[in-house]
């Protein structure tokens, strides 16, 4: 039987360990601030939005919600941030992505002080992360690495392989995983007998999107099998990039589509703000 790695009861216990954290900041005259902008109201967006919102609560973090309207344009999307990156009492700011058609997102991006990028999207943070310098890290892969250290679960030395390639998720993913010194492998759409590549993997990471791709025949007996993948079935249920059901049979631990990698995006988001705060004081 495989171990169902739990991402619910580990990132309630990180957003725990953030509540004594956040309160110690506090009485120190810190209060974490998080500063997150919408622009548009894209119901998922909206939802994600929601969700970090609830989190800041939950931890005690200020959170300051800019919902800007769909026509919004870009000059004043970078005013917001000009203004946010230079305010004192804001230490971290998040713009939801997608943005509208026509905005660039890079250039947004690109516009948030590093330092307040609690995202871990901005190219410097990117850059920080490569070559093995301390800055913020993309969350969900971030969220990855800590299901995996709160597990037991060693990287040095492995064999790991990370299905997809994207900017938030595969490329960081593999970049964590080299850190923790294991020996890691990036697939992608052009990747040639796939199925040959994914099971060499002590530790696969599927990331693709796309529902129930990676089967039994993918995996190596007793590897562990983590699934960023978030899709929805026929019948409009989460599942993840995993066939769950025939992969759990065949490995030694996997987690599960929902409760396994999605809440630990927004601990690790969590995290990242009171980081962003500490460094900012000085403490
Ligand atoms: P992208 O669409 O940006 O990237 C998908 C990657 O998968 C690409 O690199 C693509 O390759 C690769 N890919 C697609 N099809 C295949 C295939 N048949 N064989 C091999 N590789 C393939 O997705 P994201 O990285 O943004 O997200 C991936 C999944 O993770 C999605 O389901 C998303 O919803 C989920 N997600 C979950 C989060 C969470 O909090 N749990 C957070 C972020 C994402 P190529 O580059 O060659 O096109």
């Not at 709160?150 to 040095?156: A, Q, Y």
């Not at 994207?166 to 993913?173: A, E, Q, R």
Request: hydrophobic content about 40%; aromatic content about 2%; some cysteine.
């Amino acid at each position: 039987m495989a171990m169902i790695i739990d991402g619910k009861k580990i990132s309630a216990e990180i957003k725990e360990e953030l509540k004594l954290e956040v309160a110690a900041l506090k009485e120190r005259g810190v209060e974490v601030t998080l500063a997150v902008i919408q622009v548009g109201n894209d119901p998922a967006s909206t939802v994600y939005v929601g969700n970090k919102k609830k989190a800041c609560e939950f931890i005690g973090i200020r959170s300051l919600a800019y919902e800007l309207p769909e026509e919004t344009n870009e000059e004043e999307l970078l005013r917001l941030i000009d203004e946010l990156n230079a305010r004192e009492d804001v230490n971290g700011i998040l713009v939801q992505l997608p943005l509208p058609k026509g905005m660039d997102e890079d250039l947004v991006i690109q516009r948030i002080s590093p330092k307040k990028d609690v995202d871990g999207f901005h190219p410097m943070n990117v850059g920080l992360l490569n070559i093995g310098q301390e800055g913020f890290v993309s969350c969900t892969p971030a969220g990855v690495i800590e299901l995996l250290k709160r597990s037991n679960i060693e990287i040095e030395g492995k064999e790991c392989v990370v299905l997809g390639r994207s900017n938030i998720v595969g490329k960081p993913m593999a970049a964590l995983l080299l850190r923790e010194n294991g020996t890691v492998t990036i697939c992608h759409s052009r990747t040639k007998d796939l199925k040959s590549v994914t099971k060499r993997a002590d530790i696969l990471v599927a990331a693709i999107g796309k529902r129930g791709f990676v089967t039994a025949d993918h995996v190596k007996e007793g590897a562990v099998v983590i699934d960023v993948g978030i899709n929805r079935n026929e019948f409009n249920k989460l599942c993840g990039d995993v066939a769950f059901e025939e992969v759990e049979k065949v490995v030694s631990a996997i987690t599960p589509v929902p409760g396994g990698v999605g809440p630990m995006t927004i601990a690790m988001l969590m995290k990242n703000c009171v980081k962003a705060a500490r460094i900012q004081n000085g403490i």
